[in-house]
Each structure stands twice: as structure tokens, then as C-alpha cells.
């Protein structure tokens, strides 16, 4: 699971995902503080025109066409979009949290800061993408969703699947209420006591061991799991947890080749 380094930008890669790819950290971007530095998040705060740069910087740095984006209004659902072109400048955001692609002009684009990146591969189809689980989504089960819509969508044989966790929130730092607790063990029954752990009296939820049931339940032949928690990385990270609600988004990647 190694680090690249590339015109400036550090970002992670999985050994599995031969694809193209990346899960940047917050190094090598043209934002100041508290959006330090390679910030894509146009929602909290950065100049537009930073955000809009820093993104650039991604594109190139994988050596893919700016133009080819195509990238969501992230609203913790489990709605998916399957995309057949890049995203036309100018037009407005569809709100969803999953996003496939079966072309290779097509770049797909999403922004974390603690939640969980998702990359689904499928070789044998030629089909990518990429999911955001935070603990609303985890529970909506974008996971799943993504699973069954390459199958009807693409044809995909779950077996065939490749899906990687990426860096996000860990669950010695993951805190959760009564209200998430109860939503939980609801989903989960028996199974809760391997997602929720006890921390000094304070129940944590791990969304990494979530994903990867909910994950190897939906039948995906390999899943890789980062590991690398966002609230104790800050110094390449942004989390939304750990910093308090001033920070940035980091960006994650994914294209056919």
C-alpha cells in the first residue's frame, strides 16, 4: 500500500486496484491554512479558484484530462449514478453518494474528510467506482447498493469485484451517540458486536470491519483495506472529526486505464 510521490502531490494507492487511481493527501496544493494544502472542497470556505487549481493539480499528477471528470453532490445517501460521459462544464451537481463508470474517457471524482472512500473495480467487465460511507451511508449500505448495480447495470459477477477502504476515520477516534448505537445494532443484531467497540465507557463504531461485512455479504471476490485512520494522520489528512469542522476535503480518483 504504498505512498507516490509526483509533481509535488503525495498520494495512496492499493496493491489490488490495478487501475488507475489515488486517495490524496492534503500535501502539495495551493491553499493556506486551516485548508492546508491540496484542498477540493468548494463547501468550507477556500477561494473557489484555490479549489478549482488544486483539483487541476490531481488530474495531472495522474495524468488524466481535467475534462474528463465527472463528480457528485455528496449528500450521504446510497443513490447512484452510472456516468456515460464526463460531466459538462457548467451543469449542475446530481445528488449522489456512488458513482460507476464503464468508459475510459470518463474520470471518476469524490471528496472525503473522515468518511469512507470506496473503490469498486471490476477487470472482467472493465467497470470502476467509487463510494463515500460515512456512518449514514455505511448504514444505508452503499456498499450493497454499488455491488447489485454493477450487476444489473454492467453485468458484473460479484466474485469478479475488487473493492478497497480507503484512509478515513478509524474506530479507536469514531464516537457515536445513543441514536447511531440503537441504528446499529438494528441493522446488524448478533453481528453489532463486531462493528461497535467500547472505549472508556464510550462506544465507537468501526466503519472499516462495517464496510468489509456489509461488503463480503454482497459476495466481492477481494477487498483491501487501507487501514490508515484520518483523526490520527492530520499531518496528511484532513478530518473533519479531529479538526473540528475547519478543514479541508482530500480528493480520491478512480478511471479505467
Not at 489490488?16 to 496544493?29: E, Y
Not at 441514536?179 to 463504531?205: A, C, P, T, W, Y
Not at 487501507?226 to 489528512?237: F, S, V, Y
Request: glycine share 8%; hydrophobic share 40%.
Amino acid at each position: 500500500m504504498p505512498f507516490i510521490h509526483t509533481h509535488g502531490l503525495r498520494y495512496f494507492q492499493f496493491d489490488t486496484l490495478h487501475t488507475r487511481h489515488a486517495v490524496f493527501t492534503r500535501h502539495g496544493g495551493v491553499s493556506p491554512a486551516p485548508w492546508g494544502s491540496l484542498n477540493v472542497g468548494g463547501t468550507v470556505g477556500d477561494d473557489l479558484e484555490r479549489v478549482r487549481e488544486n483539483r487541476l493539480l490531481s488530474f495531472r499528477a495522474l495524468g488524466c484530462k481535467p475534462e474528463s471528470i465527472f463528480d457528485v453532490w455528496q449528500v450521504h445517501s446510497a443513490d447512484v449514478v452510472c456516468a456515460r460521459a464526463p460531466r459538462p462544464a457548467g451543469e449542475s451537481y446530481r445528488q449522489a453518494d456512488i458513482i460507476l463508470t464503464d468508459k475510459p474517457d470518463v474520470t471518476l471524482f469524490m471528496r472525503f474528510a473522515d468518511c469512507v472512500p470506496i473503490f469498486f473495480y471490476d477487470p472482467r467487465k472493465a467497470v470502476v467506482g467509487v463510494a463515500h460511507a460515512g456512518w449514514m451511508g455505511t448504514l444505508r449500505d452503499v456498499a450493497t447498493v454499488t455491488v447489485h448495480t454493477m450487476r444489473k447495470q454492467y453485468d458484473s459477477n460479484p466474485t469478479d469485484i475488487i473493492a478497497c477502504i480507503g484512509p478515513s476515520i478509524g474506530p479507536d477516534h469514531y464516537e457515536i451517540g445513543a441514536d447511531v448505537i440503537l441504528q446499529v445494532i438494528q441493522k446488524f443484531g448478533d453481528e453489532s458486536e463486531q462493528v461497535l467497540r467500547s472505549n472508556n465507557g464510550k462506544i465507537h463504531f468501526d466503519l472499516w470491519r462495517t464496510n468489509q461485512l456489509l461488503l463480503e455479504r454482497a459476495g466481492v471476490g477481494k477487498i483491501e483495506v487501507a487501514g490508515i485512520c484520518t483523526a490520527c494522520h492530520t499531518e496528511d489528512w484532513f478530518s473533519h472529526r479531529a479538526e473540528k469542522g475547519r478543514t479541508g476535503r482530500f480528493g480520491a480518483l478512480i478511471s479505467l486505464q
